[in-house]
């Protein structure tokens, strides 16, 4: 079993900063890829960031210059540092991990999400 856990959301004003976290834990042989998506109300999900376990990342041009994802291989955990937050950067946001078990089986394994609402 592979768990991931979000945290860190909450409500903002726009302007403000926010950081989201989420842990990888289990069954873990390694941890390859991870990432931030994101879902508002009535639209579908869409990709934030990525980073893969070399650190190369991958922005939405919506959140370029704002957004900064890191991640520590070590805790298999990773980071999203949200600045100069907008009320459209509001939505749920979800984690990724791209996982390789114990077992040798990899999969794509998600958060239960946490919210992240931006409103004066």
């Known amino acids: 079993q592979v768990q991931v856990v979000e945290s860190g959301g909450g409500l903002v004003q726009p302007g403000e900063s926010l950081r989201l976290s989420c842990a990888t834990s289990?069954?873990?042989?390694?941890?390859?890829?991870m990432g931030w998506y994101r879902q508002a109300p009535g639209k579908g999900r869409e990709l934030v960031a990525t980073i893969t376990f070399g650190h190369s990342t991958n922005y939405a041009d919506s959140v370029k210059g704002r957004f900064t994802i890191s991640r520590d291989n070590g805790k298999n955990t990773v980071y999203l540092q949200m600045n100069s937050l907008k009320p459209e950067d509001t939505a749920v946001y979800y984690c990724?991990?791209?996982?390789?078990?114990?077992?040798?089986?990899?999969?794509?394994?998600w958060g239960q999400g946490t919210q992240v609402t931006v409103s004066s």
């Open positions: 289990g069954s873990i042989f390694s941890v390859n890829s």
């Open positions: 990724m991990a791209n996982v390789m078990s114990r077992a040798f089986v990899r999969g794509n394994y």
